[in-house]
């Protein structure tokens, strides 16, 4: 087998290559690497991988690059989710851009007539949630008769939320010789069974880790919002008086983008990544070895094999999509025997990407407040304070300054005055450059501080069983002995629903409740990973 290293080693047209190179991926992630030749040999597949880990394009790059555009629909995606429909299919229309492909999420919630307009004219590739398609099936609005892609996507949890039998009515309906993917973070018995009865052989694939030394470096966690990551950076690099940083990012474009405005707010930064020369690379590298550069920003590729000392912080701008990415990244600080820290952004449901590098690297990474504008002016100030005091120890150095100090005095200006005046020019507390930020409540119990605090929970009880919300307020309230007065809002859907609850022990509430029975039914509970 050729030895697959870049997107350009893959077999794919010319078009996908420069629309993957302008979403700004330097290489394919490891799920991509073992996917796409599968998938573009024509396989069935079963691939177990996260959101995050780059699955989309896993699949979706085949795909496109096996569907040209004709009059009926040819590829298919199923997500359970909403929000995975628009993410997934925000993801192709990239993929898709420059071979001009129709595609169109349909999910329930938004106008049918709508989407069956749409559907009239001309779609290539649907995705969409299975109660949805299921309605433009029995419409006879959308057709499956050609189909020859079919991806099944977050399967698990498809199932979790009730949409086994809705899957296998939508896999009856196109009986026609068809490319089957199925991605799932866990694969249980009921998805092999699934596999056995619908996929032909499918290769199963899984991203396999080495076992690593996590190194015995400080690690953090911060919860924030993707517009406040540079706003954090900046206080955090400034709070701690780092003088050598080394910041991750994902893609190469937002290395570059986040090199610009670092400089704009006055730091010295250098980018590194994959479409710069190597000499380029060695001069920014010989800059940041000699502290010329006080932060190196860069993707995995580009850092791969870096050995520089001295790195005092390793930031996780994007969480990286690789557990073992992770423990690389860390490992830049701390060599040599040195102390360091890292500390990774972690934005909305990446919170379950930081469990999974914490569960594969068998460590527990503390989550840490964002310092607050006022905490970084104090620090600085308290740092001013410590460098005179040392300084003054010192004072026999001063021969020249003493000579102006006594000038000063003979012309009767007051000590004070003299002072005040000279910190005011040392110390500069109007030009601060932070900006306020949104603080997020962190996600997990264990970590939140107020007590009052409101957490979202699944229920696979919805319309289809008869449940009203005074039902579930019932069943949850006695089967996990709450007060009825801490449910709030509930969302009934077709197959199930999300209840908020205010509650402090989420783990206490999800054993009385879970796997219990309903009216004969079994209770799937949990806490939902959706915001
Ligand atoms: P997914 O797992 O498909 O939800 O992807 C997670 C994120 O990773 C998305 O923002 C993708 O655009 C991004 N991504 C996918 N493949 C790559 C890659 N090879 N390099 C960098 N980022 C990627």
């Known amino acids: 087998m ?56 896993a699949f979706g790059i085949p795909m496109i690059e096996k569907i040209n555009s004709k009059n009926y629909v040819q590829g298919l995606v199923l997500c359970p989710t909403r929000e995975l429909s628009i993410q997934v299919t925000e993801e192709l229309k990239k993929l898709s851009k420059y ?26 590739i649907v995705v969409g949630t299975p109660g949805r398609v299921i309605d433009h099936l029995e419409r006879g609005t959308l057709k499956l008769d050609n189909l020859n892609f079919f ?14 039998e809705d899957v296998e009515k939508i896999l009856s309906y196109c009986t026609n010789e068809k490319q089957i993917a199925l991605f799932s973070a866990t694969i249980p018995e009921t998805i092999i069974n699934l596999a056995k009865k619908y996929l032909k052989n499918p290769e199963i694939i899984k991203v396999v880790h080495k076992e690593l030394t996590v190194p015995s470096i400080q690690q953090y966690y911060f919860q924030i919002l993707e517009k406040d990551k540079t706003e954090v950076l900046c206080r955090l690099i400034d709070i701690n008086d780092f003088k050598l940083s080394l910041v991750f990012c994902n893609k190469k474009v937002k290395v570059d983008e986040l090199a610009d405005s670092l400089a704009n707010r006055g730091y010295q930064v250098g980018a590194l990544h994959g479409d710069m020369k190597q000499s380029q690379r060695e001069f920014i590298l010989k800059k940041f070895r000699k502290g010329q550069i006080e932060i190196l920003i860069a993707t995995d590729v580009a850092a791969r094999g870096l050995d520089i000392n001295n790195v005092e912080a390793v930031f996780n701008y994007d969480i990286p999509y690789d557990e073992e990415y992770y423990v690389h990244r860390i490992g830049r600080t701390g060599r040599a025997g040195k102390t360091g820290i890292a500390y990774t952004f972690v934005v909305g449901k990446e919170i379950y990407k930081l469990k999974d590098i914490e569960r594969y690297a068998k460590i527990k990474i503390p989550y840490k407040k964002v310092p607050s504008i006022q905490e970084i002016e104090e620090s600085k100030l308290n740092k001013f304070v410590n460098k005179v005091i040392e300084n003054i120890k010192n004072q026999d150095e001063y021969y020249e300054e003493n000579k102006v100090l006594n000038i000063l005095l003979s012309k009767n200006i007051q000590i004070k005055d003299i002072c005040l005046y000279l910190i005011k020019k040392l110390l500069s507390f109007e030009s601060s450059d932070y900006q306020e930020i949104d603080e997020i409540e962190p996600h997990f119990s264990s970590e939140k501080k107020s007590k009052n605090n409101k957490t979202r929970f699944f229920i696979n009880l919805g319309r289809k069983d008869n449940i009203t919300p005074y039902e ?46 309903y009216k004969r039914k079994k209770i799937g509970f949990e806490v939902a990973n959706i915001k």
């Open 472 to 517: 579930i307020v019932n069943f949850i309230s006695s089967n996990g002995n709450i007060n009825p007065k801490k449910i709030g809002n509930i969302d009934i859907y077709d197959k199930f629903s999300f209840v908020d609850i205010y509650i402090d022990n989420e783990n206490k509430l999800l054993e009385k409740i879970d796997g219990i029975k």
């Open 2 to 57: 050729q030895n697959i290293e870049k997107f350009e080693d893959f077999n794919i047209s010319e078009k996908i290559l420069k629309a993957i190179n302008e979403m700004g991926f330097e290489a394919p992630s490891p799920i991509q690497l073992l996917s796409i030749p599968k998938l573009l040999e024509g396989k069935d597949l079963i691939g177990q991988a996260q959101t995050g880990t780059g699955k989309t394009c």
């Open 99 to 124: 071979k001009k492909l129709e595609i169109l999420p349909v999910y329930g919630g938004q106008s049918i007539e709508r989407q069956i307009n749409i559907l009239k004219k001309h779609v290539d």
């Open 151 to 164: 991806v099944l996507d977050e399967m698990d949890e498809m199932l979790n939320m009730g949409f086994q």
